[in-house]
């Protein structure tokens, strides 16, 4: 079946490091890929997409590359704010549906 | 509007009574989505519009769910006979359809928070 895993949180940081949040797939054929966040308090909002392998989603300095080969889809931030800090949800689009990573919480500190 | 909206932003009920959800997608958006999201399972899948036929109703937990969309646009999630495991955020996303009627990119709107007591 089709699913995602996401690497288990809270991941706290402090403000400048660099962020990764790994995120793999099960899936058949080649679904679409998806970085969603929720900020405190807020709505899903779309962070970043990738539609086919070795396409990169970028977006507010993240980025994402979809990696056919090894079914992954990392999120990376060089330098994370405060700002930064909410969930972030890994997706996949299957036959119309978007099926989500369990969530990753990121905590900022100053 | 410029965004999904949903109302009620809230909603308290008690065991037993019947809830109306409601989502207005962005505009030009042909197919709709509800999903669910709570803290024991995550972000779940509910029902998919296309249109005003639902040609995905999988995710729907029970009987006492159902949707309905008209006009291509609105769309309403009621839940019959609420039991406090439906306590959840019930979300809503819109998008256009691509050429091979697959979804696109989902925009969601800010949720309903209900809770059954």
């Known amino acids: 079946g089709n699913s995602v895993t996401q690497m288990e949180g809270p991941v706290t940081l402090s403000e400048e490091a660099f962020l990764t949040i790994n995120c793999t797939y099960t899936?058949?054929?080649?679904?679409?890929l998806f970085w969603y966040v929720q900020y405190p308090g807020e709505g899903l909002q779309l962070l970043l997409k990738a539609t086919k392998a070795d396409d990169k989603g970028s977006n507010k300095g993240f980025e994402a590359t979809y990696r056919k080969e090894t079914t992954s889809f990392h999120l990376e931030k060089g330098s994370v704010q405060v700002s930064d800090s909410a969930v972030y949800f890994c997706a996949l689009l299957r036959t119309g549906k978007l099926i989500f990573g369990q969530g990753t919480t990121l905590q900022v500190k100053p | 509007g410029a965004g999904v909206s949903q109302s009620p932003s809230n909603k308290v009920t008690e065991k037993g009574k019947d809830v109306e959800l409601r989502c207005d997608p962005i505009s030009g958006h042909t197919a709709l989505y509800w999903y669910r999201q709570s803290l024991g399972q995550g972000l779940e899948f509910l029902i998919y519009?296309?249109?005003?036929?639902?040609?995905?109703k999988s995710g729907l937990p029970s009987d006492r769910f159902s949707a309905e969309r008209t006009g291509g646009s609105v769309s309403t999630l009621t839940i019959q006979r609420t039991q406090q495991e439906d306590s959840a955020v019930y979300l809503c996303?819109?998008?256009?359809?691509?050429?091979?009627?697959?979804?696109?990119?989902?925009?969601f709107g800010p949720g309903t928070r209900l809770t059954v007591l």
């Open positions: 899936a058949t054929g080649y679904p679409s």
């Open positions: 996303a819109s998008s256009f359809l691509t050429s091979g009627g697959r979804g696109d990119t989902q925009y």
């Open positions: 519009f296309q249109g005003n036929s639902a040609p995905d």
